[in-house]
């Protein structure tokens, strides 16, 4: 955010377009050299099919090919009426016995609706936040950078933390707790809206702090689905996962943007987290008790 400030500060807009598409370019290059094993196989191979070597010595720390024998063996014992993976299905074909899979688990299904809400919720803080920042305080470029710079280095920090604490003691609970302090970071970001405010530094402190929560959230609902989901429909229902993920901010962004030109940003903000609050007032009914220790 510091760079993009400073960029469309001094160059034209479609100069910093190309800058996004010239970094975009060389994280997708390296992501063409990271070594992955395939699911079956357990060979360590790039996306551009090289075999890499690793010094004498070290190893990958991947699961062998005789360990996932072992586990698809158990994960086939498991089963209840749903077929085993078959070696050469069609992308299609996997996709629907994932969402099968979903349908079928009552507490997987309830939280990723809870998910998929709770992630259109937040659509107006990932989108409309410059918007809202012009509208309160005024259009300089400085403020903008420094509201994402302080939301992007909160989520830096919250990483950090998460990194250091390891284990969440309950995983449901976390993600409640994390739900409800973005609701009430949302309400308070909505106040500044609502009163002539021009503490601007207490705004930018509040971003800070929405941003450290967020990390808590993600991580704990990653981790939820990792322990719940047989290992053989990780890949699948994780895909489920984070295409609703990547659509709800821009499906969001299509119900509150027009409504944004209508209502003021704060009352929209308002409406989200409330919405916010009755969904995870909705998830200890969704989510039997066992799940929550």
Request: charged share 15%; with cysteine; proline share 6%.
């Amino acid at each position: 955010p510091i760079l993009g400030g400073a960029l469309i500060t001094l160059f034209p807009v479609w100069i910093v377009f190309m800058v996004d598409e010239a970094t975009a370019a060389v994280a997708v290059s390296i992501m063409l050299g990271l070594p992955v094993p395939h699911q079956r196989t357990g060979v360590v191979t790039t996306a551009t099919g090289r075999h890499p070597k690793l010094k004498e010595g070290t190893v990958w720390g991947f699961p062998t090919p005789e360990e996932l024998e072992t586990a698809a063996a158990e994960e086939e014992k498991k089963e209840e009426g749903l077929d085993a993976d078959l070696p050469h299905e069609p992308v299609t074909r996997q996709f629907r016995r994932g969402f099968a899979y979903v349908q079928t688990n009552h507490v997987i299904r309830n939280l990723m609706l809870i998910y998929a809400s709770f992630m259109v919720l937040l659509s107006p803080i990932a989108t409309l936040f410059p918007l809202y920042i012009r509208r309160h305080f005024d259009d300089q470029v400085w403020r903008v950078s420094a509201a994402q710079t302080a939301v992007f280095t909160g989520m830096a920090v919250g990483g950090l933390a998460v990194s250091l604490k390891g284990q969440f003691k309950s995983k449901i609970r976390t993600i409640r707790m994390s739900g409800f302090l973005v609701a009430a970071g949302t309400v308070g970001l909505a106040f500044f809206g609502l009163v002539d405010s021009p503490l601007f530094s207490i705004f930018i402190s509040l971003a800070f702090c929405l941003g450290i929560i967020v990390p808590f959230y993600t991580t704990a609902v990653t981790t939820f689905f990792q322990e719940q989901v047989e290992r053989a429909y990780h890949g699948r229902v994780f895909s489920l996962l984070y295409m609703i993920g990547s659509a709800a901010i821009p499906f969001g962004a299509a119900i509150f943007g027009p409504l944004a030109d209508l209502f003021p940003i704060a009352y929209l903000l308002l409406f989200t987290s409330a919405a916010q609050l009755l969904i995870l007032i909705f998830s200890w009914k969704a989510v039997p008790k066992g799940f929550q220790e």
